[in-house]
């Protein structure tokens, strides 16, 4: 349903002064019931959620999104209430299982962005964004569709939800001779093209009963689960005389017949203008024959016998049912649930058509249902140059481009905001993390990212680019298009990155003065597979604790001390780390600001963004991750508009923790600003130069709990003293400028467009059979344990293959 909130303000101020209308329609009612929670809204911080059930989703032109249909409940809801406790009253409220609704709702302002309620924060978030409004919608959705009336209808055995057979089929046309069986799934415009010049016939031959056939009544299958789609569609076909508006309108309601009959049966004739079909058991009678009427468009059945001696001729093999029409039935179940499994499309096949499919045709299906939905993976490629224009139009200052090859098929594409240009530049520290992740797609390729730590650690998307193949070239290019796009940034930038893939000579070479700090989790996996000693699981684990221990030491002492304890396990490894480069890896070394961030996976958030919109088309799935940083940077300025603290919350913590460690510690005061603290050790603090011996201050850009100490004894706040990028105000600064969504980027393009005549092609690449992978190589497939004997505690082998006791 849509809701219209001035009616209902109207409604209550009649019917609070006593000129209400009479309450007659069921809206109506709808909306006087609401008056109880009226006063209770303006009187403190509630809000009344208006719980919708039932209706659907549709698209506007400019993309926004309204809800038709459903039905409709209110509850009032404030700030004490928990997440639980409403959903709870929800499921209660529509009669739902508690574990089979989902809660979303739109920001104020935005309607092309559901956003779910999943916990007592985002009930809350919700609440906060919609104080300025007594109502706010709240959309139930479904994850299982529970029949009404069950009674006559056994549960599916798959665990997702029952078809819906009001989808529409699906037209695909291909060549067919007359004599050919069709089988029984098959949308029935595979068979013929029907926008050829229609041809007049002679139908004089044809007898015409005097009345109109019998419908024929469901036979050849006594199993009940297929009762309900029987019943909509058995009597699709009534008989001689029956008129259609087109030979289409006609093939398509004979497949449903024949589907509710459970029959097979094979086309004799088959044209724009007459069909004649028969069943395709041998010695079936049953066959029906109709055409078009003279000086008309209109189809009409001219003979039909609808007597079957096969007994129905049941046929439930998966060849009655092509790709298409698996499409046709699963496409409006695919809009809500985009991960129904083949398995499960399998299942409720047979379960609501009697029909049996195996996995390839479900899976075949669903990828025609996915492209009908999602659009042409194909058409996407060729929508680059448009889409790069409309994203730098509707959000000025951003940079979106890509490169094709010679054979104009697809190589990159690189997109990066304004807004988080521009959050990174005012607010975030010089401090980068690039990493990829693989693409799954139809044309597979690889996701490069650079992302940024906010004030308070968290992710903060800058820059990615999709390309065909991650290699050094594709690594450069980005790099080129990333210096391109913080053309007005002073600072030095750390990276924190691979040195493989060509990074270590790209940043140098494009980024100068800039610092590489390589990512240790690389830099782990790489130690261990070029070990060429034998090392239990236990030695391994001691050897890389001291590896990382090495790389977190501040100190050049604790780093000797670190790699001496490798030393003594394997001189190898030892070497090894001697021929690192480990002045670019050792904090003791390391000449840039890595804030104690010491690997490239940082950003996980944002590859799982990634991750999750990999399949649909390449423009769909950089609008999916424009959308999640979109809400990001809208939930996080909404967030710290709230925090009262100089410093960000984690930040803070971090402070206080410090600060709970200086009671032990004592200050040897001196005329200079260069103090003496001892405790545990004794350490030197320079306050000119936010200096300490332990290297903490310098480390995390926060100061040790000796330079509290001293700041303390001194009169001076710890506060004065910290980065600045982990101020309130510089969080904020991050998250001040929003991203504009992208309306009507799949209309053509205008004449006086730059990119009208380039044309985009899908890279040569496509996705190779079978189940692609879903774990990422990573440093814990390192510490994969390793086989060891019992008894001569030999690797690579157990006591009943060791040879010592053959």
């Known amino acids: 349903m849509t809701w219209h909130q001035p009616r209902l303000f109207r409604v209550l101020c009649d019917l609070v002064n006593g000129e209400g209308p009479i309450i007659t329609t069921k809206f109506e009612v709808f909306e006087a019931s609401l008056l109880q929670f009226y006063e209770k809204v303006m009187a403190g911080d509630k809000i009344i959620a208006i719980c919708q059930l039932g209706g659907e989703f549709e698209t506007d032109k400019d993309g926004s999104l309204s809800y038709k249909g459903g039905d409709a409940h209110a509850i009032d809801v404030d700030e004490q209430m928990k997440f639980n406790d409403f959903k709870t009253e929800v499921a209660e409220m529509f009669n739902c299982s508690f574990n089979a609704i989902l809660l979303k709702y739109f920001l104020p302002g935005n309607k092309k962005t559901l956003i779910t309620i999943s916990n007592d924060k985002d009930l809350q978030r919700m609440i906060k964004f919609n104080g300025d409004s007594a109502t706010t919608d709240v959309f139930v959705i479904l994850e299982e569709i529970v029949e009404p009336d069950v009674s006559n209808m056994p549960a599916s055995r798959s665990s997702r939800t029952t078809l819906s057979e009001s989808v529409p089929p699906v037209d695909v046309v291909d060549d067919m001779v007359d004599g050919n069986i069709i089988p ?70 004979l497949r449903k017949y024949a589907i509710a009959h459970q029959f097979a049966f094979k086309y004799k004739k088959n044209d724009s203008h007459r069909v004649t079909v028969k069943c395709k058991a041998e010695g079936c009678p049953w066959r029906i024959h109709a055409s078009r009427l003279s000086t008309t468009q209109l189809i009409c059945i001219k003979k039909m016998n609808p007597t079957h001696t096969c007994e129905g001729a049941v046929v439930t093999n998966g060849n009655q049912a092509t790709r298409s029409w698996v499409a046709s039935i699963i496409k409006e179940k695919l809009k809500v649930f985009p991960n129904y499994k083949p398995k499960d499309i399998v299942n409720d096949i047979k379960q609501e058509y009697g029909i049996q499919l195996n996995y390839f045709q479900a899976w075949r299906g669903k990828e025609i249902a996915k492209e009908q939905l999602q659009g042409s993976y194909k058409e996407a490629y060729n929508q680059l140059p448009l889409f790069c224009e409309r994203i730098m139009e509707t959000n000025p200052g951003s940079l979106a481009t890509f490169t094709t090859k010679e054979d104009s098929s697809f190589h990159r594409l690189f997109v990066s905001f304004h807004a988080s240009l521009y959050g990174f530049i005012q607010g975030c520290r010089p401090l980068l993390f690039l990493d990829s992740v693989p693409l799954k797609s139809k044309y597979q390729g690889t996701l490069l990212a650079a992302t940024a730590a906010d004030g308070d650690d968290g992710v903060f998307p800058v820059a990615f680019a999709v390309v065909d193949a991650e290699t050094n070239d594709d690594w450069h290019w980005f790099l080129l298009q990333l210096k391109s796009a913080l053309s007005t940034a002073t600072c030095p930038i750390t990276f924190v990155a691979d040195k493989q893939k060509g990074l270590r000579e790209s940043i140098a070479e494009i980024f100068k003065g800039s610092f590489h700090g390589y990512c240790l989790r690389y830099l782990t996996e790489q130690l261990v597979k070029d070990l060429k000693g034998q090392f239990s699981h236990e030695v391994k684990r001691l050897m890389i604790e001291d590896f990382y221990a090495a790389a977190y030491a501040p100190t050049p002492e604790e780093f000797e001390r670190s790699i001496e304890s490798i030393k003594s396990i394997s001189l190898e490894a030892y070497n090894w780390i001697l021929q690192s480069e480990y002045l670019n890896w050792a904090n003791a070394f390391f000449q840039g600001a890595r804030y104690n961030h010491m690997t490239s996976n940082f950003g996980e958030l944002f590859y799982s963004w990634a991750s999750d919109a990999n399949e649909l088309p390449i423009t769909q799935m950089v609008d999916v991750i424009r959308g999640k940083i979109m809400e990001l940077i809208y939930t996080r300025r909404t967030d710290s508009n709230q925090w009262l603290t100089r410093l960000t919350p984690s930040m803070e913590e971090k402070l206080e923790k410090e600060s709970l460690k200086v009671r032990s510690l004592q200050v040897l005061l001196s005329a200079g600003r260069t103090f003496e603290v001892r405790g545990d050790s004794i350490e030197v603090v320079d306050i000119d130069h936010w200096d300490c011996s332990c290297k903490g201050w310098q480390l995390t850009g926060l100061p040790c709990c000796h330079a509290i ?69 990573g440093t814990q497939d390192v510490m994969k344990r390793q086989l060891q004997c019992s008894k001569c505690k030999g690797l690579g082998h157990n006591k009943s293959t060791c040879k010592e006791t053959l």
């Open 709 to 777: 100490a001293v700041l303390s004894c001194i009169g001076c706040s710890p506060y004065d003293y910290c980065s600045r990028y982990f101020m309130t105000e510089s969080y904020r600064s991050t998250y001040s400028e929003s991203i504009n969504p992208i309306p009507d980027f799949d209309r053509p393009a205008m004449k006086d467009s730059s990119q009208l005549a380039v044309t985009v092609t899908p890279p040569p690449t496509r996705r190779p059979p079978g189940r692609p992978t879903t774990k990422k190589i």
């Open 184 to 253: 029984l799934g098959a949308s029935l415009d595979d068979v013929v093209d029907t926008n050829h010049i229609d041809m007049n016939i002679d139908d004089t031959q044809i007898d015409l009963p005097d009345e109109i056939s019998p419908i024929l009544p469901l036979t050849g299958s006594n199993d009940e689960k297929h009762v309900k789609t029987a019943q909509q569609w058995q009597n699709t076909i009534t008989g001689v005389g029956q008129r259609f508006s087109s030979v289409h309108e006609f093939r398509e309601l």
